[in-house]
């Protein structure tokens, strides 16, 4: 069982990224999908998840209006469009896969995560 996310990277304040995680099928067959970041010196913190149909999302206030999470099972993979960064989204980014099929906040319900993938909001 495999995440693997990409498209982190350096951005100035305002600008945009759209990060990738691609998994095996087995890893996204009927799980929500969640992305959860960690700043420095900071918890791990819930960002954004979405259901496994992807008929439902759940975002977190800090990010809501700026960011969009969005799945294609097809291709088994989940992206995140981040918008008007700010520098405090300054942060490793990790997506992982839930136990359940509605997009939670809960870290505990997720059972696989990937590597994480680091994006820093600087001028």
């Known amino acids: 069982v495999q995440l693997q996310a990409s498209g982190g990277g350096l951005v100035q304040p305002g600008g945009s990224l759209r990060l990738s995680c691609a998994a095996s099928?087995?890893?996204?067959?009927?799980?929500?999908v969640g992305w959860f970041r960690q700043g420095p010196g900071k918890e791990r913190e819930f960002v954004a998840a979405i259901s496994w149909r992807g008929s439902s999302t759940n975002y977190a206030d800090s990010v809501k209006g700026r960011f969009t999470i969005s799945r294609d099972n097809a291709k088994n993979t989940v992206w995140l469009q981040m918008n008007s960064l700010k520098p405090e989204d300054t942060a490793r980014y990790y997506c992982?896969?839930?136990?359940?099929?509605?997009?939670?906040?809960?870290?505990?319900?997720?059972?696989?995560w990937g590597q994480g993938t680091l994006v820093t909001v600087s001028s």
């Open positions: 992982a896969a839930s136990r359940l099929s509605i997009p939670n906040a809960e870290r505990e319900t997720y059972a696989y």
């Open positions: 099928r087995r890893t996204f067959s009927n799980n929500a």
